[in-house]
């Protein structure tokens, strides 16, 4: 089973200030798989910095945090403008997948209520579930990105039960930082995770507190996965 390691270039759901140098650094630690949000940076350095993904032979992702439908709308008319691999978030698919028609994009949105700015992820396993079937069963929803940690179900259950649900992908996103929440959603069957935060502020268990020492440490807690399994 495929598991991807997403590295966001963002803090408190907003790519930062300084994301081409922690790039840069990503791109040397051989991080394969790199995102931003739609909010922090204009859009002209959002294109710099996945032409640099690119570039450095990953694949780019951005997540949109949008909490209306304007909003959205233009986050979805931006990710085909910049070009990336994925789309991450959202929620009104019927106004986005028109958008991403003529394009190569796979759309991750997420399933569920999404409230607030940091996002959480509101209602019962059961109304999560059932949001995640009704998304993905529209053609051009290529899997699901669920704000599992930003809800306040019980998380195992609620990965468990969404993955198991249906037969698209499921990304694991949100307030992972510590090597417990990659084995758990490695274990609920999700195609990969995304960490932002804690590797940029150090926070993740590692020999040291610099991104790369973060990075490697999150690389090598997937890397175990995949022996032990």
Do not use: W
């Not at 949008?66 to 106004?95: C, M, N, P, Q």
Request: hydrophobic share 45%; charged share 20%; proline share 4%.
């Amino acid at each position: 089973m495929t598991y991807n390691f997403i590295f966001m270039l963002t803090r408190n759901d907003r790519t930062v200030a300084d994301a081409k140098q922690h790039l840069i650094t990503a791109i040397n630690a051989g991080i394969k798989h790199i995102g931003f949000k739609d909010i922090g940076l204009p859009i002209e350095d959002l294109k710099a910095l996945n032409k640099l993904i690119k570039t450095g032979g990953a694949t780019s992702y951005i997540e949109v945090v949008s909490l209306d439908t304007d909003s959205e709308i233009a986050s979805a008319k931006a990710a085909v403008e910049i070009g990336v691999d994925y789309l991450l978030g959202g929620t009104r698919v019927e106004h986005v997948l028109p958008l991403l028609k003529d394009s190569n994009i796979q759309y991750y949105p997420f399933p569920g209520r999404i409230e607030g700015h940091p996002s959480n992820l509101m209602g019962s396993i059961e109304d999560i579930v059932q949001s995640a079937i009704s998304l993905t069963q529209h053609e051009g929803v290529h899997g699901l990105d669920l704000l599992a940690y930003r809800s306040s179900e019980s998380v195992p259950e609620l990965m468990a039960a969404v993955t198991s649900a249906i037969n698209k992908p499921v990304i694991m996103a949100g307030s992972i930082a510590g090597p417990e929440r990659i084995i758990a959603a490695y274990e609920a069957n999700a195609a990969g995770f995304t960490i932002g935060t804690a590797a940029l502020d150090g926070l993740f268990p590692a020999a040291n507190t610099d991104l790369s020492s973060q990075l490697d440490a999150i690389q090598t807690c997937v890397a175990k996965l995949a022996l032990d399994h």
